[in-house]
């Protein structure tokens, strides 16, 4: 009964997982809804900005580029463009033009336009390796690679400050030439596995259960 205990446990847990996702998609969902706003003006209003539709206005810095690791399109490993913005105030905020091939491996990579661009995109907030097994990028040192958008890490080796978010790039005016790189896909709002594996979890500690009770009764029987 301790083992099918163990497996309600879970199953519970899964739930709450499943709870948690619905409630991060949700806020995802509404923030994709707002319309395009200056993006000093988000970040001002300050709150969950993450995946809100922000403008921002500069001149690319392909000399500070940065290419992050791993990103995948249409089953193709490569890469992902990050190239700072330094817009009218001298901050700068770091653009993710898209991916690229694994064969653009030294950037700057596929020229960014010249002159004033306007960018809309998304907000992404920075991100970091976690404490767990996953790949991590040197705590020290410039990096022209990294596996992580995470602006403190980057910020030492750029000449200008970095606001503390990055942009999915959307859209800019002049547009790129090319068809590379290619813009971030939205995200794919889903609830994952957590509902199958609650039923899963439900199903092992009523097997358990069944399990115990014929045993009880065939050792009564005996």
Do not use: C
């Amino acid at each position: 009964m301790l083992v099918a205990a163990v497996f309600v446990r879970l199953g519970f847990w899964q739930i709450s997982r499943l709870h948690e996702r619905e409630s991060a998609n949700a806020s995802i969902e509404a923030n994709l809804a707002m319309p395009a706003e200056p993006l000093s003006e988000v970040l001002a209003d300050g709150g969950d900005v993450e995946y809100r539709h922000a403008l921002v206005a500069g001149q690319y810095a392909p000399d500070y580029e940065v290419l992050l690791r791993n990103r995948a399109y249409e089953d193709q490993t490569g890469f992902h463009v990050l190239t700072p913005l330094v817009t009218a105030s001298g901050t700068a905020v770091l653009i993710d033009r898209g991916w690229v091939p694994l064969a653009l491996s030294t950037p700057p990579v596929l020229e960014a336009p010249s002159g004033v661009v306007e960018v809309e995109g998304l907000i992404r907030t920075s991100k970091s390796a976690g404490s767990g097994l996953g790949p991590k990028d040197p705590p020290t040192g410039t990096l022209t690679m990294a596996f992580w958008p995470d602006v403190n890490r980057l910020a030492p080796q750029m000449p200008f400050p970095l606001m503390p978010v990055y942009v999915e790039l959307e859209s800019q005016i002049p547009a790129g030439t090319g068809d590379q790189p290619i813009p971030a896909p939205k995200p794919e709002l889903t609830n994952g596995p957590h509902l199958s594996y609650a039923i899963q979890w439900f199903s092992f500690a009523l097997i358990g259960i069944v399990g115990y009770v014929f045993l009880v009764k065939k050792r009564g029987r005996a």
